[in-house]
Structure formats: C-alpha cells, structure tokens
C-alpha cells in the first residue's frame, strides 16, 4: 500500500500562531501534493496545492514546502485563526493513471483564541 | 457555479441490504471518484471512473460497484452491507487528473 504519513495527529495553537503539519510520502512517482480542510459534517475542500518541479507555494496565509530528496512536504498556517480550526488532509497522487489520491490520516487543528 | 452534489445525505440500512448513492459532478468535469471516511481510519480511495469508464479500483471488495453515466453523474452501490460499511461516503469530480473537488458526502448507517 502506498502511504503518506501525516503528523502531527492534532494540534493546539494559540492566535496568531504558527501552526505546521508535516507529511511524508514513500512512492517516487507521486506528482501532485494537496491540502485539504475539513470541516465537521462538511466535505473536505481543496486548500493548496503543489508538484514537485517548486519547493514552496504561498497563498495568503497557507504555504506548501516541499522536500523533493527528503520526500516530504509541510503546510504552515500563518497568523492562525480561530476560523482555522478543522482537520487537514495532505494527499499525494502519482496522476496518469493513478489519478485517485493518497490521503494521510489527518492532523484536527485547534486554534485557541 | 454549482458544486458536486450528493444525495441522498443521510442513508440508513441494515445489514445484507443493499445502498445505492449518487452523485453529480461539477459541470464541465468528466471524472468522478468516490472516497469512503470511515471513523479513525481517514479518506480511502474506492472507485475512479473517467468518460464512462472504470479507471481505478481500490483495496475494496467486489460488492462495491459503481458506474459513470453519459451526463457524467455517477452512482456507487454497496452490496450484502456490512456493520463496517457505516461511514460518510465522499465523491470529487475533476477536469483532469490533479484538482478534485468534494461534494459533502452520504452518512451511510448499518444497523
């Protein structure tokens, strides 16, 4: 089974904070990298992105990086909100023909205001 | 613009009965994949189907099936359910094989 493994498993951060997940993958064919939030009772919503040809992708407050020879990839939460709280998925998909995604297990962030 | 829908939200059975959950992609997208959320064990892959056809299975047995229909909606039926197949059952449409987006999942409940 091709994994991706997710840490921490929750997180507690105080406003303002910095809050970072981490997530390692095994399978050198992956080429595609997503972050997820997931809201209780919601589906999962497509946060960031980013393939291995960059090794950071910022989006307001969200930045992917990326460790092509270490096979992992983080995402920082920048000046956390409240409104932050929710669990993330980091996924991996090799495309092609394995278009579906690897998710790891989820880290439930809580950011304490 | 219209996100993926799923119907029906909430679906309850009891074992050895058979489900069927539905699912309509985002215009435009011709690939849906289904995903099950089961409690602890996170997002697992099911099913791909891409211009009508079967593109990928995961690690699930046979009596999860499903099908892509011409208009690109899609259905996923479980047969013979199990007490195990009790969880939130997501689908996500894309236009190729990267971006996916989640409709909000049917809560499947096995009594």
């Known amino acids: 089974q091709q994994q991706v493994k997710q840490s921490p498993q929750s997180l507690i951060v105080q406003k303002g904070g910095i809050s970072i997940i981490n997530c390692a993958y095994e399978?050198?064919?992956?080429?595609?990298f997503p972050w997820y939030q997931q809201f209780p009772g919601k589906g999962p919503a497509l946060l960031i992105a980013?393939?291995?040809?960059?090794s950071e992708k910022k989006e307001g407050r969200f930045t992917i990086s990326f460790n092509k020879s270490a096979k992992q990839f983080s995402l920082h939460i920048m000046d956390s909100q409240p409104g932050d709280s929710a669990t993330y998925f980091c996924?991996?998909?090799?495309?092609?023909?394995?278009?579906?995604?690897?998710f790891g297990k989820g880290t439930k962030l809580s950011v304490k205001p | 613009e219209a996100g993926v829908t799923q119907s029906p939200t909430h679906l309850i059975k009891t074992r050895g009965q058979q489900a069927t959950l539905r699912c309509s992609p985002i215009?435009?997208?011709?690939?849906v994949y289904w995903y099950q959320q089961a409690l602890g064990l996170g997002l697992q892959f099911l099913l791909w189907?891409?211009?009508?056809?079967?593109?990928n299975r995961g690690n699930f047995p046979p009596r999860f099936s499903g099908r892509q229909f011409p208009n690109y909606s899609s259905e996923l039926n479980v047969n013979a359910l199990e007490l195990e197949d009790s969880a939130l059952y997501l689908c996500?449409?894309?236009?190729?094989?990267?971006?996916?987006?989640f409709g909000p999942g049917t809560r499947l409940t096995v009594l």
């Open positions: 980013i393939r291995p040809d960059v």
């Open positions: 399978n050198t064919a992956f080429d595609y």
């Open positions: 996500a449409s894309s236009l190729d094989a990267g971006e996916q987006f």
């Open positions: 189907y891409d211009e009508g056809e079967e593109r």
């Open positions: 215009s435009g997208h011709t690939s």
């Open positions: 996924a991996a998909s090799a495309g092609g023909s394995q278009g579906n995604l690897i």
